[in-house]
T-cell receptor, first 113, second 112 residues
């Protein structure tokens, strides 16, 4: 069975500081990996995705993520956060022929001045 | 190009009533997915549909819940005889090729 673990429920960082959100997955075949962001009361916006190829993927809003097969990880990073990045971040896994996405429980990001 | 549309955005029902949630996929998308988000939790898959067909309903509760995606019109998620535990945000997503899913704003169902 596929699963996603986001070990950090809540992270607080200072504006301008770097950010890394952790994601570990379990999937029996080649995974398709996604990061979504959700602002309060809103839907989910796709930040970036990994299907194949280069293991470092670039997304919107200055985010990037690195796929590490040996560690079953797909961590999200940003070199310098902005106050507008405060939101809930979800990692998800899917795959070819298994179209449903399995989500982690999310990491809530708080930005302090 | 309009995104995924869901209505209503907020729905209040009394216990025992029926709830109908609608989802219009993005133009050109023929795959629709429904997910449920309980308070303080991630999204859980419910059902995956293509036009007139249910492809995967492994996440749907066995009773009271049903979904359809007719040839014409939006996809409908129907919950009969709602209970308090059905209170959640219900999200619809659509895709063109079943890989990259685009999400709607959600319908927040409150059962009183």
């Amino acid at each position: 069975a596929q699963s996603v673990t986001q070990p950090d429920i809540h992270i607080t960082v200072s504006e301008g500081a770097s950010l890394e959100l952790r994601c570990n997955y379990s999937y029996g075949a080649t995974p398709y990996l996604f990061w979504y962001v959700q602002s309060p009361g809103q839907g989910l916006q796709l930040l970036l995705k990994y299907f194949s190829g280069d293991t470092l993927v670039q997304g919107i809003k200055g985010f990037e993520a690195e796929f590490k097969r040996s560690q079953s990880s797909f961590n999200l990073r940003k070199p310098s956060v902005h106050w507008s990045d405060a939101a809930e971040y979800f990692c998800a896994v899917g795959g070819f022929g298994n179209e449903k996405l399995t989500f982690g429980t999310g990491t809530r990001l708080t930005i302090i001045p | 190009n309009a995104g995924v549309m869901q209505n209503p955005r907020h729905l209040v029902r009394r216990r025992g009533q029926e709830a109908r949630l609608r989802c219009s996929p993005m133009k050109g998308h023929s795959h629709v997915y429904w997910y449920r988000q309980l308070p303080e939790e991630g999204l859980k898959f419910m059902v995956y549909l293509q036009k007139e067909n249910i492809i995967d309903e492994s996440g749907m509760p066995k009773e009271r819940f049903s979904a359809e995606f007719p040839k014409e019109g939006p996809s409908i998620l129907r919950i009969q005889q709602v209970v308090r535990g059905d209170s959640a945000a219900y999200f619809c997503a659509s895709s063109q090729d079943s890989y990259e899913q685009y999400f709607g704003p959600g319908t927040r169902l409150t059962v009183t």
